[in-house]
């Protein structure tokens, strides 16, 4: 229980402040909301712990507090704004004015942007997948028919940038003609994004480098910081739109989601610390392929609309199957031991 001690007590205090905004109506709401974020983020606790567990002890506490304030007030409701306010060339104080005097409208303007936030976030979760399939080194396979085949693939520099490229060509051809550069722009900026920090990333861990760079591991740990919160904001961005369907008062949103994500964010911690991704060997993987399935659920609303509820389906399908493989697995393991 150590672990969840801060997300429960953020959920006292979130929803005594929706008591105080939205009386009992918001309470439920924001609770709702919470569970909703929880369960469409899973995946993301565990690829986070993937990420987290090659960072050191500074970097993860700050992951876990500076992380949380980004997450909540950073991309679930700034950037949102900021969204809003590029896409009706308002200003960031008269978007702020409107979510909080004119939800709908704020709410009609954040929906219209949805094609720009999937095809970036779609194109970004994406790659995340595919580096992953794709990874020549990676030694352990879920499904190893599938995945040896694609690791061997996965020799090819730079393959997962290109099938990335040729998937954003075909999803584009599915929209009207005055929406495909949007869409083009938005997922190629997801693309860029995605190589620019794997190329940090990188540059930082390289070893020939520790002449040049006076605290390697610092700047890697910096790295990593970023491509968990720009992981984060690509699950974020979708569910926020996708809570507007339950509620338009954007406080109550903010709790809502805020509450969901630090449970995420304890959860993550908790997988780290008892090594659990160690122990459920293809957990991992099937984290892996609900991101895979969320990019292509993402990709395709741009053109038709998709319930948060298939996608929280299909994600936890993955989870849990993955689990009673691990737990399979393990248990041959003993067996033949």
Known sequence: MKYFRASFFVTLIGLICA???????????????????????????????SVLKTMDDKWRRRFLIWGMLIAVFGMRLIFPVLIVAIATGHGLVDVTMMALNSPQEYAHQLEKSHISIAAFGGMFLLL????????????????HALESGLSKVGKLESIEVVVAIIVLM??????????????????????????????????????GLENM????????????????????????LDGVVGAFAITSDVVIIM???????????????????????????????????????????????????????ITGFVGLAFIVLSLISSVLSKRKEQVSV
């Open 128 to 143: 995340v997948f595919l580096s992953f399939v794709l990874d020549d080194n990676k030694e352990v396979h879920w499904i």
């Open 213 to 236: 760079i006076g605290n390697t591991a610092k700047n890697a740990g910096a790295m990593s910081f970023i491509y968990l919160e720009i992981l984060d904001a690509s699950f974020s």
């Open 19 to 49: 008591f105080l905004w939205g009386g009992g109506v918001g309470v439920l709401i924001s609770a709702i909301l919470s569970v909703m974020e929880v369960s469409l983020s899973f995946d993301n606790a565990v690829v986070n712990a």
């Open 255 to 309: 709790i809502g989601l805020a509450i969901g994500a630090m449970f995420v964010r304890s959860l993550t911690i908790f997988l780290v610390e008892k090594e659990t991704l160690d122990q459920y060997i293809y957990l991992e993987h099937g984290a892996h392929y609900a991101i895979g399935a969320l990019a292509v659920i993402m990709l395709a609303s741009i053109v038709i609309h998709i319930s948060e509820l």
């Open 170 to 207: 075909v999803a584009q051809g599915f929209v009207p003609g005055h929406e495909r550069v949007t869409v083009m722009l938005s997922g190629l900026f997801g693309v860029v994004l995605f190589v620019l920090v794997g190329s940090f990333a990188t540059l930082f861990e390289s070893q």
